[in-house]
């Protein structure tokens, strides 16, 4: 039987995220998201629906997440959701929660104005890296290195170099 675990959630930041380091020195950090959902019901009247989402960001995506993100900032993420469980010390009762583990992420505002928007990545600048992906998706391998005897010819004062003919 085939799996499959994926999450994409644009929302608001609920809270400053937290960040905290391993004994390793691995950065985590933990934040919120609202996820707000409008509709209309049978009588035409508007209804509202806001879920609340628990984030865990590892590494350097942690850091940079803690570093540009404050409350009210929109943010795009892709994850996979994980079961937490635990036992109640008050009642003796197993509890649990989903949550969300991130795997990228991306600004959805220009980090200048609104809520929770001061200061994004690239400073005051009209674009560029205030909006980008702050880790490229894992299941896109990078591209391979071209090999030395395959680089474009440099520019030299003889003739150019004699061309294969390459039918594409």
């Not at 707000?36 to 989402?53: L, P």
């Not at 505002?109 to 600048?125: H, L, N, Q, T, V």
């Amino acid at each position: 039987m085939a799996n499959f675990n994926k999450v994409i959630l644009a929302g608001n930041l609920t809270r400053d995220p937290e960040l905290r380091y391993t004994p390793k020195g691995t950065a985590i950090a933990k934040f919120g998201m609202a996820i707000n959902r409008t509709w209309k019901n049978e009588a035409g009247e508007t209804k509202e629906e806001v879920t609340f989402v628990d984030i865990d960001a590892f590494a350097r995506s942690a850091e940079v997440i803690a570093q540009y993100c404050k409350k009210g900032r929109a943010i795009l993420v892709e994850g996979r959701l994980r079961l937490e469980t635990w036992d109640d010390k008050q009642t003796n009762q197993k509890r649990s929660k989903l949550g969300v583990v991130l795997d990228s992420f991306q600004f959805l505002d220009s980090g200048k104005g609104g809520p929770g928007g001061a200061g994004g990545p690239g400073g005051g600048g009209g674009g560029g890296e205030s909006q980008g992906v702050a880790e490229p998706p894992r299941s896109r391998p990078a591209a391979p290195a071209r090999p030395a005897a395959q680089a474009a010819p440099e520019p030299s004062d003889g003739p150019p170099p004699e061309e294969d003919d390459v039918p594409f």
